[in-house]
């Protein structure tokens, strides 16, 4: 215990000592236990105050120092410096806060002096248990990390980059520039913000020390000053360095969107550069949120591409990207189900673009202008691959092995090719000459078809295997009916829908009755109905448990079935058949109620008791669902997996089934399912397949797998530019005209007529170009460089570095929040960005003024303080405004013959060559008002003053109320915090000051530094500045890092958990107490131990300790004990 | 009990809730001078020893100042304190005392006026709960280490 205490109680001029009788306090002290002297000085932290310090300890051999003067945040430094230099170990300090807490804080003298006293005694006790602490030193990592690359962030990156050492420059912007890269001039000397800023931001692109990283953010921060580490989030930007910014992409980009750098008053492409001078200088794609309609698609055909273009009459290469991707692209523009429309997000606005028809159109087109596409030269590799089955699945597969060169067969059981596609459906939905079409193209890419090629028979496994093939593909589909499981199915005349299906397609003779029912809800009914009203049935009714909500067939295939004249009995059911000596099949049938819904989602049928019937049909065709061929198992495939469901079994990632070199998808696996999800599981295959041969492991694949994706509601919007679906105008959807019904029943005409040029235009430009970027691959075809790459993906790197600035800027208010100034109601009322773009040259007018009619403004209104000054926004003053509203009132009096009027509350001119710059604008004839404007309002209401605005306001130099006519409105909006400014404080692990920009660690002294060693903060995040104050507080931050650097290592607090190993009973409570996992269980000793290195000195653990065998250095019990007990004297 | 000018004892976290009170001086906001701070690193330092101690020692109340939820310097201090703080007042309670004597804050570097609405509303609410008389416990005494 020290017993030699000296205590110093300091005025602080007037500060401490108007309220607090420190000779009192002094007096006080001199009596407490161990003190062997007490003194009071006008300034304790001066020169004079710290030498009676040093004086003190040597000639009353201190071993123990309490200093009473400010917060220890201001001036503990100091002091434990002066204890060192008089000899004392610099823990041996203690500091008693009587300023901010004490005098600052209350007026009556004599409980502030109590008060100052318990303060003073509390220190006084505490120091007497201090014990000698020796600091630790860490290594500084001399990399730095800037982020935000506006003008402060440019400015403290070269700074530092000049002394040779590494700095990480983020920028979440696809350029560096920041808010100043879209200024016309600057304030007051009026220089042209690009031409002195991107000199600046050129030479960050040559340092070779700087690493640029843009679109990027940071993640996370870990770690302390002198080793951060940090993960940097990096968008993908889709060009890469290889774009020489020869703007072709954007020539034949088809999506235009408002452009952000241009404030919105002008229109950009998908793919895009910042502005002209922007740095990097590489294109960049905006891709937002994926397009659902591309995502939903189980092969990723690039839907909203091929919208795009056909929007832009471009319908040739509309049709190219379709064949890109897509092995069948004209039985999916006639037969896929489309996912892609159920999730098209015009769904909120009105109804889905007509996808399926977009394509349909874009095939037919091409086909009608006799544009034929030859496959690509492939290089031929020898291994050979079999597929079993030449349905949707099997072809996909069969395409992809084909375009990477493999030698692939394609097995069929029946004399023609196409499984489900030729015998399925039925030729009015999907004309045979264009199946054929599809086939003779793969056909050209090398794929050798072998029909009448029954799997199981001389085609097994084994023999293939033998025959040299490497990998099989089993897609042999389902078809075989399911049976209704009812008395007398087996009768004559009944049967099953695939079958009759399958008989009327490959031409084999088959009854059809007069009188036919089919049962069952689904497509292949629909399909089977209608095809017997073709082959001559008179009448046809389709049998179906549920209502039409449940059908599972397509709504317009059900549509059309009515049209024709089918009729559809709905909650019904037939229990048994029983074919009478006339032939006919008497059916009996059952009503059905719903119940409640069953596993998959629809309502359970319930059969209602005693409602039997019976229905007279000569034919019944039940088309309830199909299977797998049973015998595929039997055969050949003895070895093969069989699910549940007579399905079979594969992995569902790889589509491995249990055999190796063996892998099946389609139908066969899914159960009935559809073309295109058939499609997406021969390519996933195709790609299995590939990996398998080339001896890669089954991971990481890269085809498609459709996700479960989150319905949004109308309160979304497609992109960050569009507005929300519910204030979308409303569109009609584009309707496909028909085969009149009595035409289309006499044969097998194509039902569905196609669109029109016109008609598929009018219905593309419904598309909302959702996510920005379509994926139409046009820029990827005419870039030359081969610079874009759509596939690039979103990066984390992880960087280390010792020091961070934060250069994050500031946000412009958002006036429309402040109704009575028009902004964003009125038109030509306009913010202090708007206004400034509007002045550039490389604006969205190429600086000229106009008003939204196109002329030029008669009058101009300049209204100063929007948002800021304003006890309803933001208190604060934001010190640029009333020097660029000058500016604004030179440069319009420079370019038009506009009368211009200020509207001021203070006129603010305190930098250099500020005020001369207020009374050269004034002798340029600006009107200047002193007075707050009360609002904006339109003029009148006839189409002559259409446009014109009235200021309202008061002039207070007068004391007169005006009103003021004006074209043209600018406002001088607010600096604000950043939106994500509370995010980034928290990763940072900074302070915000009440105002909402970052705290720095001392308003006067420290304005760069934070509270948290390592953090600085440079520019309008840490308050409204102009340009000047932004680049010296950067510079002065980047001079305060070099210091650090140039030091090599920094002193960190000794303040640390440390265990006593006698004490701690092995309990484990604090292991999982600690947020950096620095305590850890010493199996063999059964107690824990400390890694100090990762210590921070929190005192959970210390809290935490049941045996109080943890000791919390600078923090110990004991020291805490006592300064309670001196704090309630 | 007219005059009764209640004794409260503040543990402030040193990154947030001191830093607020340091705020609060150089705003120069006004507060009643009875709760006197006692800087501790984080809320999670403060040993529930301490504020037994702190009652045991003539303290009518206790304070315990943190970081928000979500804002501690080093993570969740703060969630410790808070959990400590609640068995605290259970317990307190039991030993007849009003738990109200024992109060946890979230106090940021910037919400000076937070903090002397705090210090003034705690003054009122303890002083109208009078002395804290702990005659009733056996002298309390903690062990020093
Ligand atoms: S540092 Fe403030 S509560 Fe942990």
Redesign the interface.
Same mark, same amino acid.
């Given at each position: 215990m020290n017993n030699r205490i000296g205590v110093f109680i300091c005025h602080c001029g007037v500060n401490i000592s108007t309220t607090v009788d420190v000779e009192e306090v002094t007096e006080f002290a001199s009596k407490q236990p161990n003190v062997v002297v007490a003194r009071n000085y006008k300034f304790m932290c001066s020169e004079p105050g710290q030498a009676m310090i040093q004086k003190d300890i040597g000639e009353n051999h201190l071993d123990a120092v309490v200093v009473a003067a400010c917060?220890?945040?201001m001036h503990e430094l100091t002091f434990r410096n002066a204890c060192e230099e008089g000899g004392i170990n610099r823990y041996l300090f203690q500091m008693s806060?009587i300023? @901010?807490? !004490?005098s600052?804080?209350?007026?009556?003298k004599t *409980? *502030?002096t109590?008060?100052a006293e318990?303060?003073v005694n *509390?220190a006084i006790r505490r120091v007497a248990w201090h014990e000698p602490l020796e600091p630790t030193f860490s290594e500084v990592n001399p990399a730095t990390l800037i982020v935000g690359a506006g003008i402060a962030g440019i400015q403290a990156a070269l700074e530092i980059a000049e002394s040779g050492n590494p700095v990480y420059l983020v920028e979440k912007e696809s350029t560096i520039g920041g808010k100043m890269a879209k200024f016309d001039k600057t304030f007051p000397t009026l220089d042209c913000a690009a031409c002195i800023l991107t000199p600046k931001m050129v030479s960050i692109s040559h340092r070779k020390n700087i690493h640029l990283m843009t679109m990027a953010h940071v993640e996370k921060v870990d770690g302390f000053i002198g080793n951060f580490k940090v993960t940097v989030r990096k968008k993908a930007r889709y060009v890469n360095e290889k774009c020489t910014s020869c703007n072709d992409c954007v020539d034949v980009c088809p999506v235009k969107v408002p452009h952000y750098f241009d404030e919105y008053h002008s229109e950009r492409t998908a793919i895009h550069k910042a502005f002209p001078q922007a740095v990097p200088n590489t294109y960049v794609i905006d891709k937002q949120e994926k397009p659902p309609c591309i995502e939903a698609c189980p092969i990723r055909q690039e839907a909203a591409g091929y919208v795009a273009l056909i929007r832009e009459r471009r319908f040739k290469e509309a049709a190219e990207l379709i064949r890109l991707r897509n092995p069948l692209p004209v039985v999916c523009g006639r037969v896929c189900y489309h996912p892609c429309e159920t999730e098209c997000n015009r769904d909120y606005v009105e109804k889905p673009i007509a996808i399926q028809y977009l394509k349909r159109f874009a095939l037919d087109w091409a086909r009608e202008q006799g544009e034929s596409i030859e496959p690509p030269k492939i290089e031929r590799r020898a291994e050979k691959v079999a597929v079993i089955g030449s349905g949707p699945a099997g072809l996909t597969c069969a395409h992809d092995l084909a375009a990477k060169g493999y030698d692939v067969a394609v097995f069929e059981k029946l004399s023609e090719l196409g499984g489900m596609l030729r015998v399925g459906i039925p030729a009015y939905r999907l004309p045979r000459h264009l199946l054929k079409e599809e086939l003779d193209y793969l056909k050209k890419l090398g794929i050798t078809f072998k029909m009448n090629a029954e799997f199981g028979k001389k085609i097994t496994i084994n023999r293939l295997k033998e025959e040299g093939y490497q990998a099989i593909f089993l897609a042999a589909g389902a078809h075989a009916g399911v049976t209704l499981d009812i008395l007398g199915e087996g009768s004559e005349g009944v049967i099953s829908g695939v079958d009759y299906l399958r008989r009327v397609n490959l031409g084999i003779e088959s009854h059809t009755g007069r009188n036919v029912a089919v049962i069952g809800g689904g497509n292949t009914a629909m399909d089977a109905a209608r095809t017997a009203l073709r082959e001559g049935a008179e009448k046809v009714t389709i049998l179906y448990r549920r209502t039409r909500a449940e059908m599972p067939a397509a709504p317009h295939e059900v549509d059309d079935a009515e049209e024709e004249g089918i009729r559809i009995h709905y909650l019904i059911a037939p229990t048994a058949i029983a074919r009478g000596p006339d032939g006919k099949l008497d059916v009996t049938c059952i009503n059905i109620e719903l119940g409640e819904p069953d596993a998959s989602g629809r309502r359970r049928p319930i059969p209602i008791k005693g409602s039997e019937h019976v229905l007279e049909f000569d034919m019944v065709i039940p088309a309830i669902s199909q299977n797998p061929d049973p015998k595929l198992f039997s055969n050949g495939g003895d070895q093969l997996k069989k699910s549940r469901w007579g399905t079979i079994e594969v992995d569902e990632e790889s589509l491995k089934t249990n055999i190796d070199g063996v892998f099946s998808g389609g139908d066969v696996v899914l159960g009935p399912s559809t073309v295109i999800a058939s499609m997406g599981a021969g390519r996933r295959a195709a790609e299995s397949i590939d990996k398998c041969i080339n001896g890669q492991p089954l991971e990481n694949f890269q085809t498609h797998m459709p996700k479960e994706r989150i319905a949004r509601g109308e309160d979304f919007r497609p992109h960050s530019y569009a507005p929300m679906f519910k204030d979308i105008p409303k569109s009609d959807r584009v309707g496909m005209r028909k085969l009149p019904a009595h035409a289309r029943v006499k044969g097998y005409d194509e039902v569905e007529l196609g669109f029109s040029e016109e008609e598929a235009v009018r219905e593309a430009s419904r598309c909302l170009n959702c996510g920005v970027c379509v994926e139409c691959l046009a820029c990827v075809k005419t870039c030359q460089p081969e610079a874009i790459d759509h596939r690039m993906q979103n990066e984390l790197v992880d960087i280390e570095v010792g020091q961070i600035l934060l250069a994050t800027g500031y946000d412009l208010f958002d006036a429309s929040h402040a109704a009575q100034f028009g902004y964003g109601k009125l038109d030509n009322v306009l913010s202090s960005l708007e206004f400034e773009r509007m002045l550039s040259s490389t604006g969205p007018t190429g600086g000229k003024l106009l008003c939204k009619n196109g002329k030029e403004p008669r009058a101009i209104g300049i209204i100063h303080c929007i948002g800021s000054r304003d006890e309803n926004y933001h208190k604060y003053c934001s010190r640029v405004c009333c020097m660029y509203a000058l500016k604004f009132a030179h440069l319009v009096k420079d370019r038009t013959d506009a009368e211009v009027y200020q509207f001021y509350i203070d006129m603010r001119a305190y930098g250099k060559g500020f005020e001369e710059f207020y009374n050269r604008v004034l002798m340029e004839a600006a009107t200047v008002i002193r007075g707050k404007v009360a609002e904006v309002v339109p003029s009148g209401p006839t189409l002559k003053e259409q446009g014109h605005l009235v200021i309202r306001c008061e002039d207070t130099l007068v004391s007169k109320f005006r009103e003021i006519p004006v074209d043209m409105v600018v406002l001088c909006n607010a600096i604000e915090p950043t939106a994500d400014s509370e995010d980034i404080r928290?990763l940072f692990?900074i302070?915000?000051?009440?105002d909402g920009f970052y %705290?720095e660690r001392h308003p006067k002294l420290d304005p760069t530094a934070t /509270?948290?060693d390592g953090i600085y903060i440079a520019g309008c995040c840490q308050g409204p500045k102009d340009i000047p104050d932004t680049v010296s507080q950067a510079a002065g931050a980047a001079a305060r890092m070099l210091a650090i650097i140039a030091k090599g290592k920094v002193e960190l607090d000794p303040?640390r958990a440390e265990i006593q190993e006698e004490l701690c009973s092995g309990c484990r409570i604090c292991n999982s %107490?600690c947020?950096?996992f620095a305590i850890d269980f010493d199996a063999e000793k059964k107690i824990s131990i400390i890694n100090t290195a990762l210590c921070?000195? !929190?005192?959970?653990c210390?809290?935490?300790c049941p045996a *109080?065998a943890i000791t919390?250095k600078g =923090?110990t019990?004991?020291q805490? =004990?006592a @300064?309670? @007990?001196g /704090?309630?004297v | 009990m007219s005059g009764f000018e209640p004794k409260i004892l503040a543990f402030l976290c040193n990154w947030c809730s001191y830093s607020g009170a340091d705020l609060a001086g150089v705003s120069r906001l006004k507060m009643p001078p009875n709760v006197r701070p006692i800087r501790v690193m984080c809320s999670g330092r403060v040993d529930p020893a301490f504020v037994l101690k702190a009652f045991a020692s003539g303290a009518d109340g206790v304070l315990i100042g943190g970081c928000h939820p979500g804002d501690c310097h080093y993570a969740e201090g703060n969630y410790k304190a808070l959990r400590r703080a609640l068995f605290l007042q259970r317990m307190l309670e039991l030993q007849g005392v009003d738990p109200r004597r024992l109060r946890i804050e979230w106090i940021s570097a910037s919400e000076a006026d937070r903090y002397a609405g705090v210090v003034a509303d705690m003054t009122e609410i303890v002083r109208a709960l009078g002395p804290l008389n702990l005659d009733r416990w056996e002298k309390v005494r903690i062990r020093k280490r």
């Open positions: 917060s220890p945040q806060n300023r @901010e807490h !004490c600052w804080i209350h007026d009556k *409980a *502030a109590q008060k318990a303060l *509390a928290r692990s302070s915000r000051s009440p %705290l /509270m948290t303040i %107490l947020p950096y921070k000195g !929190c005192g959970t210390v809290a935490a *109080a919390g =923090f019990n004991n805490i =004990f @300064e309670i @007990e /704090m309630l | -």
